[in-house]
């Protein structure tokens, strides 16, 4: 390392031991509101949000000395925007504490409510329109085939139970003229050449009928999902995706804040099909933490 560099290391350093030993106690003194009000349990709650899950996961001690630059200039950003109260010190201890595994998740809402629509967990009186909009050629262009309705009420039942084993799960979309579709997260039913070394994967994913589009409620009930799987999950990372053909849903996930990942054959599609090729996206709960720190 250079000298310059190294300096610049040094002094970033300093800056985070004065936040952690110094600035943030003192501050919490005066906000008897705060969660913490010592010096490690600031550093713990801003390295792991600032690494998307607990840092010694990936960060040898001590996280001042190793963490990368990248990283602690992160963990910085969000202590400051703490004392500037900008950024919410309470969620990100809860996020902290869940993915440490010292908090359970809590029970999904029976809603979410967005701007002009809800999320909200699935009725029987969403089988029909279900099924009609996934016998429909226009939404289902980008799937193997059509389904049937045995086989959409089957996928109905199984989006829901999602909730029940992992506390969420695909959301059912209410428009004012009533359900339009999903959107939510889920664990991938099979296993995907991108889990295979990454441990444990959690993907969102959405499908509205046609008489849905043009309302920007993919991308909006998308970030409603994300903000409640981030938050009262704690998840640490989450991933979309689709057919490389598919723009449209690439630009959903564009527009979300994702970060494209490569490329990958969908193992359930043979060689030749035009849907095989599959793209991937993926956003980090530490990169919503660090815009909401900028």
């Not at 960060?59 to 400051?80: D, I, Q, T």
């Not at 664990?187 to 995907?192: K, S």
């Not at 993907?203 to 409603?224: D, S």
């Not at 704690?234 to 053909?245: D, I, N, Q, S």
Request: net charge positive; with cysteine.
């Amino acid at each position: 390392m250079s000298p310059a560099r190294r300096a610049e290391a040094d002094a970033q350093q300093r800056r985070w031991r004065a936040l952690v030993d110094d600035r943030l106690p003192a501050a919490a003194a005066r906000n008897p509101g705060w969660p913490v009000s010592r010096n490690h349990c600031f550093a713990r709650i801003l390295l792991d949000n600032a690494c998307g899950g607990p840092w010694r996961e990936s960060v040898a001690p001590p996280a001042w000395a190793n963490m990368p630059p990248e990283r602690l200039a992160a963990a910085l950003s969000l202590g400051e925007a703490v004392l500037a109260g900008r950024a919410d010190l309470r969620a990100m201890n809860d996020r902290s504490l869940l993915w440490r595994r010292k908090a359970p998740v809590p029970p999904p809402p029976a809603a979410l409510a967005g701007d002009g629509f809800t999320l909200r967990r699935w009725r029987r009186a969403d089988d029909a329109p279900f099924a009609a909009l996934c016998a429909d050629p226009a939404v289902m262009r980008y799937f193997p085939a059509v389904k049937t309705r045995p086989e959409s009420l089957a996928e109905a039942r199984a989006l829901d139970r999602r909730f029940e084993r992992d506390g969420f799960g695909p959301w059912a979309v209410e428009a004012p003229e009533g359900f339009v579709g999903f959107v939510g997260c889920w664990r991938p039913a099979r296993p995907l050449p991108f889990t295979a070394a990454g441990g444990p994967v959690v993907e969102i994913g959405w499908r509205l009928a046609a008489a849905a589009w043009g309302r920007g409620l993919a991308v909006r009930g998308a970030r409603l999902a994300l903000a409640d799987a981030f938050g009262r999950c704690g998840l640490a990372e989450v991933v979309a995706y689709t057919a490389l053909l598919n723009q449209p849903s690439r630009r959903v996930m564009e527009r979300l804040g994702m970060r494209e990942a490569g490329v990958f054959p969908h193992p359930a599609l043979g060689e030749g099909d035009p849907l095989r090729p599959h793209v991937l996206y993926r956003i980090a709960a530490a990169d919503l933490a660090g815009e909401a720190g900028a």
